[in-house]
């Protein structure tokens, strides 16, 4: 019953941007923490920003501070990554996931709920 849906990958260049949708069912995402994590071909899934439902305080990667914002629409029960000058060092497949609780959210271990998955492979 609970479903992470992500859209939004593409391919760009270098320099370009994307904005990333996290669209929830089944769950209060407005209450839910919230956090993006990527995985580079044969590399480890690693963490790329976070949010709390409460305060909405954020956390991000070194490799993205700057560059990328996590946010939500409550409304429309969804989460975003708006990530602006991309790197080829950011190619990877981008999944958000949620988890309700006072966790540690920049370890995938966290997190209860993950979404499938999609592309952002960016070009030199």
């Known amino acids: 019953q609970v479903q992470l849906v992500e859209s939004g990958g593409a391919l760009v260049q270098a320099g370009g941007s994307l904005r990333l949708s996290c669209a929830a069912s089944?769950?209060?995402?407005?209450?839910?923490?919230m956090g993006w994590f990527r995985q580079a071909p044969g590399k480890e899934r690693e963490f790329v920003a976070a949010?709390?439902?409460?305060?909405?305080?954020?956390y991000y990667a070194d490799s993205v501070k700057g560059r990328f914002t996590i946010s939500r629409d409550n409304a429309k029960n969804t989460g975003y990554l708006q990530m602006n000058s991309l790197k080829p060092e950011d190619t990877a497949v981008y999944y958000c996931a949620a988890v309700r609780g006072d966790v540690v959210l920049t370890t995938d271990r966290s997190y209860d709920y993950w979404g499938q998955g999609t592309q952002v492979t960016v070009s030199s």
């Open positions: 949010m709390t439902w409460g305060l909405g305080r954020t």
């Open positions: 089944g769950v209060i995402f407005s209450r839910y923490n």
